[in-house]
């Protein structure tokens, strides 16, 4: 049980000396969970890993600023969701003056990807996903793929949970609509 | 219920999205993390060591300038005149004696420059006598002689 688990860890993190074992701790619980969460913002693999690291970074220096009655993957996610959204703010600038947009070129990056081997459906389903707008591919990410509760959701996303229900309802009718037209 | 929860469970993803990672990535993850945190520890050390070394080096080139040209300076000035010039050789030299001599010839300077303004006072030049004579028509009769 992760939560125990968690308890753990805290305890660990709150006693001298322990920070590198209680952290390492960490890494194996929430290490592939928010690596799939970066890897859905940002789809390629090597930048995923890159944010993955500088995302544990991150919460490795500013461990001393999580408090003990949050929830640890929630403060793990604010900072993996924050670190790919600056990636992909910097990646986008560097697009300002192309012809191509940023997702557009992802397409074609995803495509060469060879850690990417998804079927027709599975590459439509992710071009139909980029074509929605940052903050609604957030929410139907944590919300379709990650089943997380909107609670959470909201802790993480600072965005209230009726907020991000209909954010999410919009997401899913946009994608519908991508899929039908794009199917055929 | 069962779907909200998923989150809290370290399992594996129930949906397949066609992503795959290197060999054993995961397994290796914690100790690739743990590896860069303490690079960049490191790294964050030597930023700062960075920052701090021009600064030290700009300090040490204006004590090697300032030791070059006091260098510079002992090569071109002789170093007897440097000697001299010293409070302490000028305090040693100024003694007793020295000041006694001085005030001795100050004053004999001076008793002479009074006994020449006297001269002067009473000195009667050649245009002087010639004058005197001319006055009591003695001068003709000193030349025609």
């Known amino acids: 049980m992760t939560s125990g688990r968690d308890d753990e860890i805290k305890a660990l993190l709150s006693t001298e000396g322990n920070k590198d074992i209680a952290f390492r701790m960490i890494v194996e619980d929430y290490g592939e969970r928010l690596y799939r969460h970066i890897r859905r913002m940002v789809l390629i693999h090597q930048d995923a890993d890159d944010i993955l690291q500088d995302s544990f970074l991150k919460a490795y220096i500013n461990i001393a600023s999580f408090r003990a009655h949050s929830q640890l993957f929630t403060w793990l996610y604010r900072i993996a969701t924050n670190e790919s959204l600056n990636f992909l703010k910097k990646k986008k600038r560097s697009f300002v003056f192309s012809a191509l947009s940023y997702e557009d070129k992802l397409v074609d ?50 965005t209230s949970t009726g907020a991000l229900k209909a954010s999410y309802h919009h997401a899913v009718k946009k994608i519908e609509t991508y899929l039908n037209q794009h199917q055929s | 219920m069962q779907a909200d929860n998923n989150i809290e469970k370290n ?24 590896k860069h945190i303490a690079w960049q520890q490191e790294n964050r050390k030597t930023r700062i060591i960075d920052i701090v070394m021009p600064y030290v080096y700009i300090a040490a080139g204006f004590v090697f300038l300032g030791l070059l040209i006091r260098g510079g300076l002992g090569l071109l000035v002789d170093k007897n005149d440097l000697e001299l010039t010293k409070p302490v050789q000028i305090s040693k030299t100024l003694n ?34 010639e004058d005197y004579l001319l006055s009591y028509d003695l001068f003709y009769e000193i030349h025609e002689e």
């Open chain 1, 109 to 158: 990056m995803l495509r060469e990807d060879e850690y990417f081997d998804g079927n027709k459906a599975e590459f439509l389903m992710k071009k139909a996903i980029l074509s929605l707008p940052e903050k609604q591919r957030l929410v139907f990410h944590l919300r379709y793929y990650d089943e997380m509760k909107y609670e959470y959701m909201s802790e993480i996303l600072g």
């Open chain 2, 96 to 129: 007793d004696d020295f000041i006694e001599e001085l005030v001795t010839d100050d004053i004999a300077f001076y008793e002479v420059l009074a006994e020449m303004s006297y001269v002067e006072s009473t000195y009667a030049g050649s245009e002087d006598i």
């Open chain 2, 11 to 34: 399992d594996t993803p129930t949906k397949y999205e066609g992503f795959t990672t290197p060999e054993n990535y995961f397994g290796e993850l914690p100790n690739k993390v743990m």
